[in-house]
């Protein structure tokens, strides 16, 4: 069976601390995954070691099957909001239209039908209206959707995505979860590193638990635990509330 994602021993490290510890994993396809983790567990790491972004220690990365250089045109990224210029002169239009350049090759311009496909995709994430804008000019929420909209151009089989809910409004996310459940309808496998643990179980199908060491992987009915739960976050968390509603708490 060719996973969307295979990981065997991977390790990294940053000036010889270690950031992954003999991370291994196989992913399995259709599913919705939220990583979870306390902040310095390497989640965004993991993601970025997966796309060969940040070199490794040790370890092999497989795309259904073969490295990710010869899958790149079927994996899609949504980086961090933070970690991209949004000076950068061009517009929303522009910014989607990049994620048809894997399938278009480096010498060939897009056309008509190109730019047809990145506005549907601005479509799904409600942008039609802000293609022109230039993307220093979007608020926060709006060039999370652009960069969505990206990710759905490259119209790829196994998604990234590095905290995509983070600082957008309640439309945005709304709108955010609504086209991952859209994703995982169509077969597509996706990836998130998500920090609100209360809306995991309604978002995710299953959940990686990840500080430095994998610490658990498989469905959020198995995963998502109290007892899994304080492990991954050093015993510092507290589940209050009853069997049917539970708030959990990280001092």
Known sequence: ?????????????YQKNPVLRNISLEVPEGKLIGIIGPN???????????????PRLTGD???YGRPYKEQRTIVGYVPQRESVDWDFPTSALD????GRYGHLGWFKRPGRAEKKFAMECLEKVG???FAS????QLSGGQQQRIFLARALAQDAKLYFMDEPFVGVDAATEKAIITLLNELKAQGKTVLVVHHDLA???EYFDWVLLLNVKLMAFGPV???FTTEKLQQTYGGKLAMLGHENQSTLIIP
């Open 1 to 13: 069976m060719n996973h969307p994602l295979k990981i065997h021993d991977l390790s990294v490290a």
């Open 221 to 223: 009915n198995q995963v």
């Open 133 to 136: 804008r230039q993307i220093s």
């Open 127 to 129: 942008m039609t209206d």
């Open 61 to 63: 990365v497989e795309i």
């Open 95 to 98: 910014v989607v239209m990049m």
């Open 40 to 54: 310095g567990a390497g989640k965004s790491t993991l993601i970025k070691a997966a796309l060969g972004l940040i």
């Open 199 to 201: 809306t995991v179980k």
